[in-house]
């Protein structure tokens, strides 16, 4: 019964080829995003959707497009693919809006995607 | 725009040595601070967060406002708290969480 899952957990590619990474929460929370590590481990959001709704989109290539088929699942497909794109991608979905804030973001274990 | 900074980018103690990991911010609203946990080949979780002002496997961390700190803290370091460490930041309205850089503590027996 995990809450946020992602497949696949690896992905190795060449560069040029268009691919995807789902994304699933079954803990019935209206806000999901998506999230780059890169080598050196930094943190950086990409996008955010709220009940299927695009709210947040950082500077990213146009590449990288979301989709969200409803509000359960977020997927990412990148176009193209180049070297840079080499990091471990993470899921993650929250509840917006609870009494006192403090909402909690839940990880996916993340997708490592080495681009060859 | 909000910032957050962890100057530590490595972090090394002795198992029963206090720990500190330091998170500085920048925001010109009220915010809300997390303190996420990354264990090796695991998900990211949160670890706690200032409103609970709860200590969660002996951490504990305060939010300074004069200082723009939220410092985390532990007064005796185990092996199993070897993981990365990442400080972050809620804006006043939205849902977004900015991150800092991460700290790697390494716990030594």
């Known amino acids: 019964d995990t809450a946020v899952s992602q497949t696949p957990k690896y992905l190795v590619t060449q560069m040029g080829n268009d691919k995807s990474i789902k994304c699933e929460q079954n803990l019935g929370h209206d806000t999901m995003y998506w999230y780059k590590q890169d080598s050196k481990k930094f943190l950086k959001i990409m996008f955010s959707y709220n009940n299927k709704e695009l709210i947040i989109n950082e500077t990213v290539p146009n590449r990288f497009s979301p989709k969200s088929p409803d509000k359960a699942h977020l997927n990412l497909h990148i176009n193209s693919l180049e070297l840079g794109d080499s990091a471990v991608y993470f899921c993650?979905?929250?509840?917006?809006?609870?009494?006192?804030?403090?909402?909690?973001?839940?990880f996916g274990p993340g997708t490592r995607l080495t681009v060859l | 725009a909000q910032r957050v900074t962890q100057p530590e980018k490595l972090l090394s103690v002795f198992k029963g040595a206090p720990v500190e990991l330091k998170c500085n911010y920048s925001?010109?609203?009220?915010?809300?601070l997390f303190w996420y946990v990354q264990y090796s080949r695991q998900r990211l979780q949160l670890l706690l967060r200032?409103?609970s002002r709860e200590s969660i496997k002996g951490f504990t961390a305060d939010l300074n406002k004069g200082e723009t700190s939220f410092h985390l803290k532990k007064p005796f370091a185990q092996e199993e708290d070897s993981a990365m460490y990442y400080c972050?930041?809620?804006?006043?309205?939205?849902?977004?969480?900015?991150f800092g850089e991460g700290t790697q503590l390494t716990v030594n027996p």
């Open positions: 972050a930041l809620r804006e006043t309205s939205g849902s977004r969480l900015t």
């Open positions: 993650a979905s929250s509840q917006d809006g609870l009494a006192g804030g403090g909402n909690e973001q839940f």
């Open positions: 200032h409103i």
């Open positions: 925001y010109s609203g009220s915010p809300e």
